[in-house]
């Protein structure tokens, strides 16, 4: 029992919201995200590495945090406002958040 969970474990690291993953790193890009955002270090924002780390198991965070990053905000990781974000189409920011709550 153990060791299959152990296992499963490890399917779940290697999985599909990779750090390494070049689309969804191009997307974060795109979308300026990396002006303010590195996946392992804070930089203006805080890394999103955290990010996934603070909200895991709460479903529902990608809704929140969909909202959070389309209109900006401050708060939750310190003083230093998100800015909004408006320009960036709702269905990538989604897809966003959710790989990046998705990061291990
Ligand atoms: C101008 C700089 C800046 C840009 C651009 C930016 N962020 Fe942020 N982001 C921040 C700051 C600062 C915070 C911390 C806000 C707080 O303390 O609540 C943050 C927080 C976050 C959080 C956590 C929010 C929370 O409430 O815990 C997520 C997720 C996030 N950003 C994703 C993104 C994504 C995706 C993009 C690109 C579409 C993006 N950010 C663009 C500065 C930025």
Known sequence: MRA??????ALLVAGPAAAGDSAMLELADKSRCTA????????TGPAWIE????????????ERLVAKVRDGGSGNW????MSPNKRVPEDNIRKLVTWILALK
């Open 4 to 9: 299959s969970c152990a296992f499963l474990v």
């Open 36 to 43: 303010c955002h590195d996946i392992h270090e804070q930089v």
């Open 78 to 81: 310190g003083t230093v406002p």
């Open 51 to 62: 990010v996934a780390k603070r909200y895991r198991g709460d479903k529902d965070a990608v």
